[in-house]
T-cell receptor, first 114, second 113 residues
Framework: AQSVAQPEDQVNVAEGNPLTVKCTYS??????LFWYVQYPNRGLQFLLK??????LVKGSYGFEAEFNKSQTSFHLKKPSALVSDSALYFC????????????FGQGTELSVKP | GAGVSQSPSNKVTEKGKDVELRCDPI?????LYWYRQRLGQGLEFLIY????????KSGLPSDRFSAERTGESVSTLTIQRTQQEDSAVYLC???????????FGPGTRLTVT
C-alpha cells in the first residue's frame, strides 16, 4: 500500500535560517513526488514535483526538494526562511502504476518567526 | 486563466439529508479528482476521472458517496443520507493528465448537524 509520512507536526525556524520539512514515502513502484502548501483560508498550491531525472528539484518561492531513493525520502528545503513561508505543507506521492490518485501526508505546520 | 471553482463554498445540512457538491475544472484538463480533508488532517483521496476511462472509485468511503462527470467538464459529488462524520472540506482538483501536478479548488466546507 502507498503511504506518506511527515514525522513532524510542526517545524519552527527563525527568519533567515534554513528550513527543512521532512517527508518519507512508501510505494510498490517508482514514485512521482509532490509538495503542496496551504495558506490559511486558501486552497492548496503546488510547489514542486519530482518525476524523473535530477534528484534535486527546484520550485516556487525559492523552495527545493531532494529525492533520495535509497532513503525513500523527499525533504523540502529552503536556504533562508521568510515569515511569509508560514503555512501548512503537504507531501504527496503517486505510484506510477496506480493511476492518478495522490496519497498525502498528514501535513507539517511551518512557523517562521521574525 | 480561471482556476478550479467549487460550489457552494459552505454547506450546512441536517443529518440524513442528501447533498450535492459541484466542481468546475480548468478548461482542457482531462483529469478530475475529489479529495476530503477532515479538520487537522491530510487529504484523503475519494475518486478520480480521466477522460473517457472508467473512474477510479477506490477511495469512496461508502456507497452513500457517488460522483459523476459530464465529458471533460463539470463534476458533482453526491453524499446521500449524510452523517456527522461526513463533515469535512471537500476539495476538487484537475490536471492536464494524470502525470501532471493537480490544481486544487478552494473547497466546499460541509457541516452535518
Amino acid at each position: 500500500a502507498q503511504s506518506v509520512a511527515q514525522p513532524e507536526d510542526q517545524v519552527n525556524v527563525a527568519e533567515g535560517n534554513p528550513l527543512t520539512v521532512k517527508c518519507t514515502y512508501s510505494v510498490s513502484g517508482n514514485p512521482y513526488l509532490f509538495w503542496y502548501v496551504q495558506y490559511p483560508n486558501r486552497g492548496l498550491q503546488f510547489l514542486l514535483k519530482y518525476i524523473t531525472g535530477d534528484n534535486l528539484v527546484k520550485g516556487s518561492y525559492g523552495f527545493e526538494a531532494e529525492f533520495n531513493k535509497s532513503q525513500t525520502s523527499f525533504h523540502l528545503k529552503k536556504p533562508s526562511a521568510l515569515v511569509s513561508d508560514s503555512a501548512l505543507y503537504f507531501c504527496a506521492v503517486r505510484d506510477r502504476n496506480q493511476g492518478g490518485k495522490l496519497i498525502f501526508g498528514q501535513g507539517t505546520e511551518l512557523s517562521v518567526k521574525p | 486563466g480561471a482556476g478550479v471553482s467549487q460550489s457552494p463554498s459552505n454547506k450546512v445540512t441536517e443529518k440524513g439529508k442528501d447533498v450535492e457538491l459541484r466542481c468546475d475544472p480548468i478548461s482542457g484538463h482531462t483529469a478530475l479528482y475529489w479529495y476530503r480533508q477532515r479538520l487537522g488532517q491530510g487529504l484523503e483521496f475519494l475518486i478520480y476521472f480521466q477522460g473517457n476511462s472508467a473512474p477510479d472509485k477506490s477511495g469512496l468511503p461508502s456507497d452513500r458517496f457517488s460522483a459523476e462527470r459530464t465529458g471533460e467538464s463539470v463534476s458533482t459529488l453526491t453524499i446521500q443520507r449524510t452523517q456527522q462524520e461526513d463533515s469535512a472540506v471537500y476539495l476538487c482538483a484537475s490536471s492536464p493528465g494524470t502525470v501532471y501536478e493537480q490544481y486544487f479548488g478552494p473547497g466546499t466546507r460541509l457541516t452535518v448537524t
